[in-house]
Structure formats: structure tokens, C-alpha cells
Nanobody, 120 residues
Framework: VQLQASGGGLVQTGGSLRLSCAASRRIYSSYVMGWFRQAPGKEREFVGFLRWNTGRTNYADSVKGRVTISKANADTVYLQMSSLKPEDTAVYYC???????????????WGKGTLVTVSS
């Protein structure tokens, strides 16, 4: 499956943003849809995932309570972010895999990222 993230942009501290990840076909029920981010000069880090068949989610402590991953439809997943901070500035990537993992290497399909910039 091919993935495409969109919805990034410039937002002020405290603002909200919703990112979308569109798949090239229907997302299989066995899939886990993950979101990761990479800030300049830093390693890619886990943001959260959604297990497609159960709806179970898991979030990184750094974003817990401020982000929600949800299904938009059969081929699109959202990452809703609120109370954004400058340290949330990063390129955000969506990914698909079959393991409910917080590790990037466990996800096999990746989309091009979308840049989120949070101004102070």
C-alpha cells in the first residue's frame, strides 16, 4: 500500500492541526497505522498508532492527551493534534505495518512526510 500524508503547515503555540494519511487502497483490517515524526537533527520518533481492526490506540508520552488517531474512512487515517508546542515541530510520517509497535523498523510501508511548524 502507498501512503501519502498531508495537512501540515505553520501553526502558533497552542493551536491545532489535523493531519491526514491517505492510502492507495482500502486499509486491511490486519494493519496497524502509525504516525512518527522527525525533528531537524533528531531521530525519527514514535507518535502513536491505531490498530485498524480493534481501534486500539497507543500514544507516546510526549503527545498523550494532545493527539488522537482515528479512522476517517476505509483508506484514510487522521492525526488530530492540539495544544501544539514548538517542540512538536517536525516532519510527520504515516506508516503501515502488522505489528502494534512503537518502533519505526516494524512498519513496512511509509509515506512522504508532511512538515508541521509550531511558532512560539
Amino acid at each position: 500500500v502507498q501512503l501519502q500524508a498531508s495537512g501540515g503547515g505553520l501553526v502558533q503555540t497552542g493551536g491545532s492541526l489535523r493531519l491526514s494519511c491517505a492510502a492507495s487502497r482500502r486499509i486491511y483490517s490486519s494493519y496497524v497505522m502509525g504516525w512518527f515524526r522527525q525533528a531537524p537533527g533528531k531521530e525519527r520518533e514514535f507518535v502513536g498508532f491505531l490498530r485498524w481492526n480493534t481501534g486500539r490506540t497507543n500514544y507516546a508520552d510526549s503527545v498523550k492527551g494532545r493527539v488522537t488517531i482515528s479512522k476517517a474512512n476505509a483508506d484514510t487515517v487522521y492525526l488530530q493534534m492540539s495544544s501544539l508546542k514548538p517542540e512538536d515541530t517536525a516532519v510527520y510520517y504515516c506508516a503501515a505495518g502488522v505489528h502494534a509497535s512503537t518502533t519505526a523498523r516494524d512498519f513496512t510501508n511509509w509515506g512522504k512526510g508532511t512538515l508541521v511548524t509550531v511558532s512560539s
